[in-house]
């Protein structure tokens, strides 16, 4: 399985700064035949289910803020919101979709500093 | 619009069984992938299973496999996760979820809201 590490677990940004969350797969999941990263970011609020954010490692879910956005390739990539704003208090999640099964990093919680 | 809608959680005894059920809607149920997901209190999102479009197709986490079974039901827009020989460490949040495509697992880009399933004697 491929193992997905976020860092940090946490972090607290003050409002209309930016946070940058970093994950990293045990192997690549960048697909050469379509060139494509096979990663996805969602955030998840308090007491609710997740929210697709981000598809193909860069692309933002339509509705999304443009203060989301996210890089990467291989099997290192980023999330980075650039002017944290009260409603992005947050657990989010990355998951590779490349193999069998599906699997998510651990989580990275966002904090109003 | 798109909604899933869970149902069928409560409290069961260790080895008991339950069956789970996702009720689709504001989508060609048919024609998509479906997913379990779960999450246990205060911890992060474990995928369980996945379902091709058609039924043909199954994969299962191995923490699960042999003991849950994934089924969907495309005249009911319904999609099933029974439960069986449940343990503590199944307690968690289950989440029904469309995946992007129809054949193999890719990403889910449509959650539900989840059923709790605890699972204590």
């Known amino acids: 399985d491929i193992v997905m590490t976020q860092s940090p677990d946490s972090l607290a940004v003050s409002l209309g700064e930016r946070a940058t969350i970093n994950c990293k797969s045990s192997?690549?999941?960048?697909?050469?035949?379509?060139?494509?990263?096979?990663l996805v970011w969602y955030q998840q609020k308090p007491g609710q289910p997740p929210k697709l954010l981000i598809y193909?490692?860069?692309t933002r879910e339509s509705g999304v803020p443009d203060r989301f956005s996210a890089s990467g390739s291989g099997t290192d990539f980023t999330l980075t919101i650039s002017s944290l704003q009260a409603e992005d208090v947050a657990v989010y999640y990355c998951?590779?979709?490349?193999?069998?099964?599906?699997?998510f990093g651990q989580g990275t919680k966002v904090e109003i500093k | 619009q798109v909604q899933l809608v869970e149902s069928g959680g409560g409290v069961v005894q260790p080895g008991g069984s339950l069956r789970l059920s996702c009720a689709a809607s504001?989508?060609?149920?048919?024609?998509?992938?479906m997913h379990w997901v779960r999450q246990a209190p205060g911890k992060g999102l474990e995928w369980v299973a996945f379902?091709?479009?058609?039924?043909?197709?199954?994969y299962y986490a191995d923490s699960v496999k042999g003991r849950f079974t994934i089924s969907r039901d495309n005249s009911k827009n319904t999609l099933y996760l029974q439960m069986n020989s449940l343990r503590a460490e199944d307690t968690a949040v289950y989440y029904c979820?469309?995946?992007?495509?129809?054949?193999?697992?890719?990403?889910?880009?449509?959650w539900g809201k989840g059923t709790t399933v605890t699972v204590s004697s």
């Open positions: 193909w490692a860069s």
């Open positions: 504001g989508f060609t149920f048919s024609s998509y992938g």
């Open positions: 998951q590779q979709h490349y193999s069998t099964p599906p699997t």
């Open positions: 379902i091709r479009y058609d039924g043909s197709n199954k």
């Open positions: 979820a469309k995946d992007l495509y129809s054949s193999s697992p890719y990403y889910m880009d449509v």
């Open positions: 192997q690549s999941v960048l697909y050469s035949s379509n060139n494509k990263n096979y």
